[in-house]
């Protein structure tokens, strides 16, 4: 359908909640005209009528692991997965978010560039938008060694990006500290010098990528904010002692603008395995524990995006993203900032913020309708009545 509008008791436009009815006409895949108050449509174009509606932009999920099936030890298996099976988990990955109204996604856990493949041989545009960073890079043996990103020495960093690139990279993912699901690794301690983490800095910025650190240590968070990286995935600030954000280490994180990605959420119906609690305790990262740094990032005004880290576990699957919301708003987040965590600051943090993220005329279609109003219940964002792709109903 070419041209049609969509009619609705209220939108959120990617910053803010607009209230007493609005009608966004919808042509070419992109927004035509947004109307407040009780604008008619032009003649002859169809109309959806949401009474109790609320629009959105098409959420993003700035964290997600396509190849992973979010199957028990999803990351570990995949090192012995055979890439031509990975085509189907992808994009079986890609239909679950696009059912929970995610228009794009971050993937941040390629295995050997298998998700930047996949994109280059696409041909249909019926799923969402992939931003991809390939293999993280890591230290040799380092977390998530068996994606294929390892590296060492400012020069083999440096080589690591180049190849980033010409695999058609969007940006650098650096694995700058050890994380729970890699045997061996150390989530209290950094994985790369300082030198060769500015030396990936300093590639990738020159070859105009971005770059994002994991980030469990306390003292690979404070490595990542000194070298000066655009964005810190966790940031759960872990020691010998526990995980515990410094308020003052928020402070500067906020002073400095750098993109927080806390990757909370969960399915709450499924019972994470003991075996993976304890796992977790032994790092220090219990569920008080990041929601509480959640709530100091916040506080200190740090700027916050949205990622589930989907497929990693059945705990976490594809399509988690809302619970992700749920979560950042019960640690204290308003819903508003919550919803632009996943809209306009998730467009923009994707190097997508001048076409997608908004409700506004010239972006992309990609659009959400759920039933109520999510500033006052984040939980509507679970029951979706209605996704669009660049115009297009899906669901």
Not at 56 to 81: I, M, Q, S
Not at 264 to 288: F, Q
Request: hydrophobic share 45%; glycine share 12%; charged share 25%.
């Amino acid at each position: 359908m070419t041209m049609h509008a969509v009619r609705v008791a209220r939108m959120f436009d990617g910053e803010r909640l607009v209230d007493g009815g609005v009608l966004v006409l919808l042509d070419e895949g992109r927004i035509a005209e947004v109307h407040r108050g009780s604008a008619e449509a032009p003649e002859d174009w169809p109309v959806r009528e949401e009474p109790n509606g609320t629009l959105l932009p098409g959420l993003v999920d700035a964290h997600v692991h396509l190849c992973a099936d979010a199957g028990p030890d999803a990351l570990g298996r995949l090192a012995d997965r055979p890439e031509s099976d990975l085509d189907g988990v992808v994009e079986a990955s890609l239909r679950t978010h696009l059912a929970a109204g995610v228009t794009t996604v971050r993937d941040l856990g390629d295995r050997r560039d298998a998700v930047l493949h996949w994109r280059d041989r696409r041909v249909r545009n019926d799923l969402p938008t992939v931003v991809g960073s390939g293999a993280p890079l890591t230290s040799v043996g380092g977390h998530c060694w068996s994606l294929g990103g390892e590296a060492s020495g400012v020069d083999g960093i440096r080589e690591a990006v180049r190849l980033r690139v010409a695999a058609g990279a969007d940006l650098v993912k650096v694995m700058a500290s050890g994380g729970v699901f890699t045997p061996g690794t150390d989530t209290t301690r950094p994985q790369f010098t300082d030198e060769e983490l500015t030396a990936a800095l300093t590639q990738a910025h020159d070859l105009g990528l971005p770059v994002t650190a994991h980030a469990h240590a306390l003292s690979a968070v404070e490595q990542a904010l000194r070298v000066g990286v655009d964005g810190i995935e966790h940031c759960t600030c872990v020691t010998a002692a526990g995980a515990r954000v410094p308020a003052e280490l928020a402070d500067r994180l906020a002073a400095s603008g750098v993109a927080v990605c806390a990757t909370l959420g969960t399915d709450p119906a499924v019972v994470t395995p003991p075996e993976v609690v304890e796992m977790a305790a032994r790092a220090g990262l219990s569920e008080a524990a990041l929601r509480d740094g959640v709530a100091t990032l916040q506080r200190a005004g740090v700027r916050l995006v949205a990622g589930s880290d989907a497929g990693l576990g059945p705990a976490k699957p594809h399509g988690i993203l809302p619970e992700t919301l749920v979560e950042y708003v019960v640690c204290g987040i308003s819903a508003t900032v919550a919803l632009a965590a996943a809209t306009s600051v998730g467009a923009e943090v994707c190097g997508l913020g001048r076409r997608k993220g908004r409700v506004r005329p010239g972006f992309e279609a990609d659009l959400l309708i759920v039933d109520g109003d999510p500033t006052s219940d984040i939980t509507v964002l679970r029951r979706p009545l209605a996704v669009y792709l660049a115009g297009d109903l899906v669901r």
